[in-house]
């Protein structure tokens, strides 16, 4: 079950996977990684920003965003998950102003490595360097 949520994410990433059905599959699956939970928590919570368009809504998910991504940066500041959707997130919000952490995070998704990193995480890191404009990466 836990590798299917990373299956789940690639395809949430690609936009072919609903926010609402993973943000419960993420709630449902008991053995994933509570930084990994906490990074894609905000990554949903950016993907809910990005379709509403009440301001009030908006920034309460963006404050959202940043509360799991500092917990889950907290808890293992090395992580793969947590720099990958921080550069997904920095990469992909137009109506954020964020600190940008773009180089540093696909400097760190180019050069980790971890072995115990999921290969869907890893295929979303290289395609998502790939797209990257040349000065961010």
Do not use: W
Not at 6 to 12: A, E, S
Not at 38 to 67: G, M, N, P, R
């Amino acid at each position: 079950m836990v590798n299917e949520i990373y299956k789940k994410f690639y395809d949430l990433a690609l936009g072919q996977y609903d926010v609402d059905a993973f943000i419960k599959d993420v709630l449902s699956t008991k053995d994933l990684l509570l930084v990994d939970r906490l990074s894609f928590q905000a990554f949903c919570c950016a993907l809910l920003a990005d379709k509403t368009k009440d301001i009030l809504q908006i920034k309460q998910y963006f404050k959202e965003v940043c509360k799991y991504l500092n917990q889950s940066l907290s808890i293992d500041n090395e992580g793969y998950t947590p720099h990958l959707v921080r550069l997904m997130i920095e990469s992909h919000m137009h109506d954020a102003q964020f600190i940008d952490h773009r180089p540093e995070d696909s400097h760190f998704i180019k050069s980790y490595a971890g072995a115990d990193v999921n290969p869907y995480l890893v295929r979303l890191g290289k395609e998502l360097i790939e797209n990257l404009p040349q000065s961010t990466k």
